[in-house]
């Protein structure tokens, strides 16, 4: 376990923190999980081969990938399309 002063940005230790989980604790795979600010996409790029992640995107994002045709929303059951909004995306999935 490492603590860092409370002020450090996260962006900051990402990368060490990766190095630790795949050198000291030997893992060849492993998903990371973090928020916006952590996990960025020079840092995604540098990811060993073996790991993924998970992450939030914005609306706007979700919006830009949906206009691309990058990504399509899907049907959840129980969930109407018309009950969808602004805070109401899920996005699941993983890239690299």
């Given at each position: ?33 973090g928020?916006?600010?952590m996990?960025?996409?020079?840092l ?23 206009d ?6 899907a ?12 805070s ?9």
């Amino acid at each position: 376990m490492e603590v860092f002063p409370g002020n450090t940005q996260d962006v900051t230790t990402f990368s060490s923190q990766v190095e630790k989980v795949a050198n000291r604790f030997g893992c060849e795979r492993a998903t990371l999980v973090g928020d916006r600010g952590m996990i960025k996409s020079a840092l995604i790029a540098g990811l060993p081969e073996g790991f993924s992640f998970i992450t939030a995107i914005t609306k706007p994002q979700i919006e830009s990938l949906l206009d691309r045709k990058v990504i399509q929303l899907a049907v959840i059951p129980g969930v109407s399309s018309t009950s969808l909004n602004d805070s109401s995306y899920l996005f699941v999935g993983s890239y690299k």
